[in-house]
């Protein structure tokens, strides 16, 4: 292998620094019409009325679509999908008709002139753990291919031996409850569909996508259409973070306005509509438990999540699953519950579970090692498992005791200091880092050569992470040849089917495609067909990505303002394809894990159901002023088992536990113990 493993620039990077990258919104259509969608203003209920006489009337006005024209659809049971299908309201912000008209500032305001009545019932927007009319998630499926209680396809509880009557032997026990707040994913590029019917079959969607053949799949369902006649587009995606995954109700409505006009259409959601109708990161709290000898062997864990979710679509995220394979202990519990609330549907946002989950256990395991009398580096060695702690079956590689040890001699964290300089009271904390590495079914790549260059098509995705230059050499790897001969060609349906950018998958389930098609190709065989299932061995090994997180902060002892002026990563992430990509992967997970950590938190009013701050004057994410020193490293390592190049994924571990690791160096700071995010000021003075 010659260039995998190499730091090449983006190859998309030139086309990207000169603004020649075409995103969803730039794609060009024949004399396109402009879509402005109206929004509920209740949380719960039905529309009584739509008066749209002055909205048709006014300049430019093509249509007034509302649930009472809508086209019928084949309906998923998914209201974000099945959009205006009734006449029910099931949150605040969701989408309950649209103008179109000739210009975007017709449509915005003619958008404006819509009367609507309605028939409000009492909703329930309270997210409280305490509540006693939780509901266990029976059935949350995401992803067609993962149907289970969770939306990752996992059981809902787990148990294994007695946990409460080791928590009541155990010489040292904490137990306390953590709780992270909502998160909006914002990636930089809003979510537009530009949309042509090229007749009454045959549909092409340029939208910035996660996963253009999901999408194909999803589109061609609801408007009862044979995949192949939808085209979905998305040559560049900028950022998606989970909320690109789904078309939700925008590219739907967008589709159907566009049929129902016989006009192409071009519709982009504004920063303000994209946090009620893309998902969000759930709400979540995690009660803690934890047992251990005097010696600090854990004997109990116990981790009962209770989150937030929907009454317009079940959506449960995976909290505790993490707690299931982190630490040793013969007496285990995992338990998720949901408050079913008049809300947005949740959904996947980087690192779901995980993200929230970890902040709870790293928090806990940080509490349990001062307990303890233990160094929280060495507590957690000590508490290594060899083989999964419940499915019994051996990893696939881990790491994660060479992460802690390598991240703890490179930030020195044997001579960390707890210090006072003028206000400022400096600490450092540490906190573990996991994310699982899947591999999903449903790809195939086609190669083919012309005129001595070797063309690789597979219907994958670029979010902004490195797919177009990673793929490229791993085909180039594959076949043999020099990277400068390839030409990769990615983002669009029509192209051999490739599985969604989620979950840190794609390099591992688009990448072993290319291998086998690679193969074929070099056996003078027929590539392109051969649609591959997941990794086989995936029933023989557990396979994540593991990481160690190092960090200082100096909290302001007289405002309690948090810095972070340095954050250190060392992560086992498997055979690292291109240094460079991955680094700035990594980078930027860490930074959106301190987003998280200090800035990032929705708020909910209520009293009306609804999102109080949804735009960027109210929704705090990290600038480059609250970013100090990040570097991120990884442990040499390549997975026998997860694919043939080695690696195991990268999106996502970056992110998770950072929010712990500043948590747990706020403590050491300052003595006071935040377990709630965002870790602000009001809860340090
Ligand atoms: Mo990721 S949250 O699986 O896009």
Redesign the pocket.
Known sequence: MTAIGKPVSRIDGPLKVRGAATYAFEQQVTNPAHLFPLLSTIAAGRIAQIDAEQALAAPGVLAVITHENALKLNATGDPQLDVLQTDEVGWYGQFIGAVLADTPENARYAAGLVQVHYEPRTHDAEMRADRQDVVKPYHAALFGEMPGELQNGMPADSSFGDVDAALEAAAIRIDHTYSTPINHHNPLEPHAAVVEWADDEHVTVYMGS?GVSMNQQIIAALFGLEPPNVRVVSPHTGG???S??RPHSYATLAVMASKISGRSVKFALTRQQMFSVIGYRTPTSSRIQLGATADGKLTAIAHDVVEGSSNAYMYAEQIGVCTRLMYAAPNRRTTHRLVMLDMPVPT?????GESQGMFALESAIDEMAEACGMDPVEFRILNEPGLHPESGLPFSSRKLKECLVEGARRFDWANRSRRREGAWLYGSGVASATYPAPRFPGNAARITKVDGRYCVQIAAVD?GTGTWTALSQIAADALGVDMSLVDLEIGDSALPVGST????SGLNSWGTAVMEAAKLFKDGKETGTQVLGGNPKAEQYEMNTFGAHFVEVRVNSETGEVRVPRMLGVFDAGKVINPKTARSQLVGGMTQGLSQALHEATVVDSRYGQFVNRDFAGYHIAANADVGSVEAYWVDSSDEHTNEMGSKGI??IGIVGVTAAIANAVYHATGVRVRDLPITLDKIL
Do not use: D
């Not at 996947?348 to 779901?352: C, F, G, H, V």
């Not at 950018?501 to 840190?504: E, L, R, V």
């Open positions: 996660q998606g973070f989970g690109k995954i996947i946002m980087r690192a779901p979010i950018a989620g979950f840190s999106g996502e």
